[in-house]
C-alpha cells in the first residue's frame, strides 16, 4: 500500500514568490493534515481536514498561506508571498480518523528555501 | 514549560549498546504515545505506539510507558549504524486529534 505522497520534494524559491505544495495521503484516510517543522524541533499543525472540510485552521497563518482539499482526497497547500522565515521542511500526513488514537502518518515532506 | 519534554542530544553510543531515550510530560490526559523515527531529509516514520500504561515490544524495539511519573521510554536493542535518526515522542488525548510532540533526540549509532 502506497504511503502519504508529497510534491515537490525541494524546492526553491526568492522571497515574495508564490509556492504550492502537494499531497496524496494513504487510500481511505479521511483526515489530512499538513504540518510545518523547524529545524531541531517536532511538527507545527498548520491545518487539518476532515474530508473536504477545514476543521481546524488556526494556526494557520491566512494572510499568506492558504490550503484546499476539494474532493476530499487530494490537498493542496499556498503561500504567497513567500518570506524568509517560511523557510522550513512541510510534511503531510493522514489518519483514518478517531480510530486507534487517531495514528498520524506522515510523508516525505517538502523542504522549502526561500533566499 | 513545555507540555513534552525531550533531551534534544545528541546522544552517541556503539553499536551494539542498548539505548534507551525518554520523554516527560505534564497532561495527565495523554492516552496515546508514539514513537516517530525521522532520517535526514525525509518525513516521520511511526515506530510504535502505546495505549495508556505498560510495555509493548516490536522487534529489537521496546517502548514503555510509566504514567504515574508521566515518562515514556523507547529502547533499541543491539542497536545498528542504521538506527541513526531523530527519535520523536509525541502524545494525544483518548478524544482529540492533536499530537503533542518533543523536540526529538538526534541519535548517532558508532560503527
Known amino acids: 500500500e502506497a504511503g502519504v505522497v508529497q510534491s515537490p520534494r525541494y524546492k526553491i524559491i526568492e522571497k515574495k514568490q508564490p509556492v504550492a505544495f502537494w499531497c496524496n495521503p494513504i487510500s481511505g484516510h479521511n483526515t489530512l493534515y499538513w504540518y510545518r517543522q523547524n529545524l531541531g524541533q517536532g511538527p507545527e499543525l498548520l491545518i487539518r481536514y476532515e474530508n473536504e472540510e477545514a476543521v481546524d485552521d488556526s494556526q494557520l497563518p491566512k494572510d499568506r498561506f492558504s490550503a484546499e482539499r476539494l474532493k476530499g482526497v487530494d490537498s493542496t497547500l499556498k503561500i504567497q508571498p513567500a518570506e524568509l522565515g517560511d523557510s522550513a521542511v512541510y510534511l503531510c500526513?493522514?489518519?483514518?480518523?478517531?480510530?486507534?488514537?487517531?495514528?498520524?502518518?506522515f510523508g516525505a515532506g517538502t523542504r522549502l528555501s526561500v533566499l | 514549560q513545555k507540555e513534552v519534554e525531550q533531551d534534544p542530544g545528541p546522544l552517541s553510543v556503539p553499536e551494539g549498546a542498548i539505548v534507551s531515550l525518554n520523554c516527560t510530560y505534564s497532561n495527565s490526559a495523554f492516552q496515546y504515545f508514539m514513537w516517530y523515527r525521522q532520517y535526514s531529509r525525509k518525513g516521520p516514520e511511526l515506530l510504535m505506539y502505546t495505549y495508556s500504561s505498560g510495555n509493548k515490544e516490536d522487534g529489537r524495539f521496546t517502548a514503555q510507558v510509566d504514567k504515574s511519573s508521566k515518562y515514556i521510554s523507547l529502547f533499541i536493542r543491539d542497536s545498528q549504524p542504521s538506527d541513526s535518526a531523530t527519535y520523536l515522542c509525541a502524545m494525544i488525548m483518548d478524544s482529540n486529534y492533536q499530537l503533542i510532540w518533543g523536540a526529538g533526540t538526534k541519535l548517532i549509532i558508532k560503527p
Open positions: 500526513a493522514s489518519s483514518l480518523g478517531h480510530f486507534e488514537g487517531n495514528i498520524q502518518y
